[in-house]
């Protein structure tokens, strides 16, 4: 299979999609907010429960492609448990990340999990996938209770 | 005595695309997303170039030379539409920019004119967008109701669910003739003679019709059609909408400016006739003549050759695609031509669609713009092959393998 296929499908990314962590809806959340790609039509809700501004739990449902989902999962797994303030400067590193801009090998490590999504950047149409759930993590975090759309 | 069968040469057709010699990822394109648009023959790009290199002027403008014979060419091509889909009069072949620019026309301007409060407009729910929306905008400005036509679980309109919407206060009905998600061809013929006893206009979008079947407007007896260059195998940014004389001439202007007008004063400003009257501005002048180009390159292969070339291949890609395993197509219509919608159990249209790319093969993945049809089978999304008569065979049989790399992929 070619390389550069498996640097976007990594093992990590395969699992995420197929089980993926904190897929359900939050009943005591109390931030929320819903993202979609009108492009491809994906879409996904994220709930949260912020509790001075410490993400205390949080969770996300939605339909969309391997990479999409994948990448909610993981944002979940490791945003539970930050500031609001972390999740954001992780927010602006991974998308660094996907587009390709981040590449100083250490800080890209930095990320742990995160950078399973390196291989991303390689293919432009599918950066808007991997980012959808943490520009819809960013409105959730500030509460506004609009729809976000990546287009 | 014994009469040839002419049969379309492929591998004749395929020298005329210079894009098909394209590599992908190091492997040769295979181009699936002719619904999308269509790649653009040899004579069509060569037009273009030569109509830059040696008659670039504005039309129905100058008394120079290179205007004159700019307008002639440009002119020239309205008569091969004209001839294309055997419309009577010159006066019913507007020049737009594409279907959308079409659909919205008649919208404005039409519904401008004769749609009133109350009144029912009716659509199918296979519609692309571009069907729905400026209906959707005139509705809401006049307080009109938007009526849709149901479908079944294969993707077919149902006709008994028509004939009970359409009443009194029906006062456009405006479908397409071949859906561009699923491939379905709807009887367009028998909806515009159930509209028609009851006076009732309507508009086929023929987007995804006109690069596949002769169409005869007169014998489809169609109170409007529109299609779009692009997908005729011409460059982009140009369209035709056909429109019977009769309700051009009582239509109003849709965008005004110049080339619209037959005398300007700030106090009365008198139209143009038609189809001048609907064509503000300077055209897409190469994009025209090069749209008479592909009408030539098609005449001269044959529509008759290629709807049974395609209609053999869509037959083929039918069979050997529904037999890979775990891939259930969307939309089974008896009469469907051209497009190949299906989904991959557990894997999503877009997994799908960048897996392929690597074996060179381009195919749509998403809501194909008809975000309806995919609530109607409630999925956000499909992969979709649709087909053109240079594609082959082989190429069908290595999309087949290449879908079952995808569960490699994905374990």
Known sequence: ??????????????????????????????????????????????????????????????????????????????????????????FEKFHNLVTGKLKDADEIEALGKLAVFQGVHEFPARVKCASLAWHTLHVALNNTEEKISTE | MLTDVKT????????????????????????????????????????????????????HRGVHSLSQKATTAYEQAREKVLRFINASRLSEIVITKGTTDSINLVASSFGKKFIKEGDEIIISHLEHHSNIVPWQLLCEEKGAKLKVIPINDKGEIIFEAFEKLISDKTKFISVVYVSNSLGTVNPVKEIIQLAHSKNIPVLIDAAQAIQHFKIDVQELDCDFLAFSGHKLYAPTGVGILYGK????????????????????????????????????GTPNIAGVIGMGTAIDYLNETGMDLISSYEK??????????????????????????????????????HDIGTILDFDGI??????????????????????????????????????????????????
């Not at chain 1, 709930?47 to 205390?56: A, I, P, S, T």
């Not at chain 2, 009769?246 to 004063?265: C, F, H, N, R, W």
């Not at chain 2, 992969?383 to 190429?395: M, V």
């Open chain 2, 312 to 349: 053999d291949l869509f037959e083929y890609a039918n069979t050997k695609l529904s037999s890979v395993e775990k891939l259930t197509p969307i939309g089974t219509a008896e009469n469907k031509l051209s497009v190949f919608s299906f989904a991959l159990e557990g894997i999503h249209p």
């Open chain 2, 362 to 411: 381009a195919i749509r993945t998403g809501h194909h713009c008809t975000q309806p049809v995919m609530q109607r089978f409630g999925i956000p999304a499909t992969a979709r092959i649709s087909l053109s008569f240079y594609n082959t065979k082989e190429e069908i049989d290595f999309t087949a393998d290449a879908l079952k790399k995808v569960f490699e992929v994905f374990g």
């Open chain 2, 245 to 280: 004389e009769k309700y051009l001439e009582e239509m109003p202007p849709y965008q005004g400016g110049g080339d619209m007008i037959a005398s300007v004063t700030f106090e009365k400003t008198t139209y143009n006739s038609l189809p001048y009257k609907f064509e503000a």
């Open chain 1, 1 to 90: 299979m070619d390389s550069e296929l498996r640097e976007l499908y990594q093992q990590v990314i395969l699992d995420h999609n197929k089980s993926p962590r904190n897929f359900k809806k939050l009943d005591d959340a109390n931030h929320h907010a819903e993202g979609h790609n009108p492009l491809c039509g994906d879409h996904l809700d994220i709930y949260l429960q912020l509790e001075h501004d410490v993400v205390k739990d949080i969770s996300f449902i939605g339909n969309g492609c391997a990479i999409s989902k994948s990448s909610a999962s993981l944002m979940t797994a490791i945003v539970k448990g930050k500031t609001k303030e972390e999740a954001e400067h992780l």
């Open chain 2, 8 to 59: 379309l040469d492929v591998q004749k057709i395929r020298k005329d695309f210079p894009i098909l010699n394209t590599l992908v990822h190091g492997k040769p394109l295979v181009y699936f997303d002719n619904a999308a648009t269509t790649q653009k023959p040899l004579c069509v790009i060569q037009k273009e170039e030569e109509y830059y290199k040696t008659l670039n002027s504005n039309i």
